[in-house]
């Protein structure tokens, strides 16, 4: 199932792609930005969506994002960096594994 996932910004340098349903925030990819560098720190999915492709969703959101925005991705996220060790060239745009 596909989730309307929508880009909040906490301020000017902090933004997070989330999942919003009636009930709260059911998943949320949180990240900084600073300069051209974009630093993903985490990525949580509520229990009641773990399995059903939620984080892969998030992901691909995010990997939209920072190419639309011609940005490098710094992977905090253990679920981020893991995406990009699994498929190196698939994301060497913008994986910046120099930082």
Known sequence: MMHNIELKWDDKATGAFVIDEP????????FGISGEKMTVYHTEVAD??????VAGQLFSKMV??????????????AYVHAQ???HPDQYSDIWNQHL
């Not at 009641?48 to 492709?53: E, I, P, T, V």
């Not at 939209?64 to 996220?77: E, F, H, K, M, S």
């Open 64 to 77: 939209d994002y920072a190419r639309q925005q011609n940005l490098q991705v710094l992977p905090r996220c």
């Open 84 to 86: 990009f060790k699994r």
């Open 48 to 53: 009641k969506h773990k399995g059903q492709g």
């Open 23 to 30: 009930e709260g925030r059911s998943a949320e990819m949180v």
